[in-house]
């Protein structure tokens, strides 16, 4: 352990995500001595005024939270200075910072960002990682310029994607892998032990937002595809089809290798309380959670308790 003084450093950051990055910070040697945030935001269907996870934990540590509409502007640059940071560190904070800001602290910033880089520079990397069925994934930790995540590589750090993850539970874990990078890249970085390395920008890949609209499922598609395509919209967007006229969301799927023959893809062949199979363009996809449209989500069984679904039903 350096013997050197610990770091100032203002934390930016908003959802869930960015929890344990400003846990780890909190539980190590460093100082956190504000932390930014986005507005809090109308939520539920009450639309009550919400504030982010961030934010949350910032109060309960008693630190100042700052949460401008505009980042821009010179008076929040100024209250930024005020506080004499060492460095920014940001973790899913949801807005570009422009240079002024990057450039502020003698450290400059850092960030915490959800993919192996360069692959998956974008808003939406731990969804599309498993979109496009890669083996594995992680956290880099980089050093921030105005580009969209092309700054300088200073740490990374790789896990496997398991065959069962959602883009809710790979977050799960990044995340709490990304607090613990953060303070090792910082310990580091602070005793001089690493050296930025530039991205290689011929093997970037984007990681665009998300659509609702991207979440509708074609059947003609091969089992495997399918598989990574719902569990890689889940949480959010969600991918469904359609029964009868109504939208069926799909959750925790499985891949049945026996693939049926002449059978038009979509085609219910079994529904029963041990899920739903449905014929694909190739194998057949077993559907153990759904949610149609209007009703909460639910295990097979429980769900055709409520409603028959005949083999031979075609969906979509």
């Known amino acids: ?31 956190v001595i504000a932390v930014v945030s986005q507005p809090d935001r109308p939520k539920g269907r009450g639309r009550k005024l919400t504030p982010p996870p961030v934010k949350e934990l910032a109060l309960a540590a008693g630190l100042p939270v700052l949460q401008p509409a505009a980042i821009k502007t010179a008076e929040f640059r100024e209250e930024l200075q005020s506080f004499h940071p060492d460095l920014f560190a940001v973790t899913a904070y949801g807005r570009i910072l422009p240079g002024p800001l990057l450039n502020m602290p003698p450290m400059g910033t850092i960030n915490v960002h ?52 959602t883009a809710g539970s790979l977050a799960v874990k990044l ?3 990304g607090g613990r990078l953060l303070v090792e890249a910082l310990d580091k970085l602070q005793d001089g032990e690493l050296a930025p390395q530039a991205q290689d920008d011929s093997r970037a890949s984007l ?20 598989s990574c395509k719902i569990r890689g919209l889940d949480p959010w967007p969600t991918a469904y089809t359609f029964l009868d006229t109504k939208r069926l969301r799909l959750f925790r799927p499985e891949i049945v290798e026996a693939p049926p023959t002449e059978i038009e893809p979509g085609t219910v062949l079994r529904a029963d309380r041990d899920g739903l199979l449905i014929a694909t363009g190739r194998a057949s996809l077993l559907i153990r959670e759904v949610q149609l449209e209007g ?18 039903t075609v969906l979509g």
Not at 3 to 30: N, Q, W, Y
Not at 115 to 143: C, F, H, K
């Open 175 to 177: 995340a709490a892998l």
């Open 1 to 31: 352990m350096t013997d050197r003084k610990p770091l100032r450093i203002v934390f930016m950051g908003t959802p869930e995500f960015a929890v344990p990055s400003l846990r780890a910070l909190l539980d190590s040697r460093h100082q």
């Open 114 to 165: 959800g993919s192996l880089l360069p692959r998956y520079r974008g808003a939406a990397p731990v969804q599309w990682a498993i979109l496009n069925g890669d083996s594995e994934t992680g956290i880099t930790i980089m050093q921030m310029d105005e580009g969209m995540d092309t700054g300088d590589i200073l740490l990374p750090a790789a896990i496997p994607i398991e065959a069962d993850d």
């Open 207 to 226: 990681a665009p937002p998300l659509t609702k609209e991207e979440g509708r499922i074609d059947w003609t598609e091969p089992a495997g595809a399918l």
């Open 295 to 312: 009703s909460k989500r639910l295990p097979l069984g429980p769900f055709l308790q409520g409603r028959k679904l005949e083999p031979g």
